[in-house]
Nanobody, 123 residues
């Protein structure tokens, strides 16, 4: 079992940066790939980025490639999403998720989810 809690969301102007954190409880955090998804009102949950079990492999949605960086520190049971050059279209609730499949972009491939953190980018 893995319990995930996101933090770090907030209001930022376009062009600004935020760093999201995903704190996990449970000794098996390092056994899972971790991903970030986002969901804007009226939209489906959208894949953002994924990092492999030990952080050797990362995968990004085209919409965030070059602007967002996913990382993890298994010693701290925490994953991160550094978001730079933010745009108004990045506004959404951001969720972290844990699962077993690499390069998985479908939310159904993930077993554990956090409650989400709101990111709002003003123009």
């Amino acid at each position: 079992q893995v319990h995930l809690v996101e933090s770090g969301g907030g209001l930022v102007q376009a062009g600004g940066s935020l760093r999201l954190s995903c704190a996990a409880s449970g000794r098996t955090f390092s056994s899972y790939a971790v991903a970030w998804f986002r969901q804007a009102p009226g939209n489906k949950r959208e894949f953002v980025a994924q990092i492999s079990w030990i952080g050797s492999s990362t995968y990004y949605a085209d919409s965030v490639k070059g602007r967002f960086t996913i990382s993890r520190d298994n010693a701290k049971n925490t994953a991160y999403l550094q978001m730079n050059s933010l745009k108004p279209e990045d506004t959404a609730v951001y969720y972290c998720a844990a699962g077993n499949y690499l390069r998985a972009t479908n939310p159904t491939n993930y077993d554990y989810w956090g409650q989400g953190t709101q990111v709002t980018v003003s123009s």
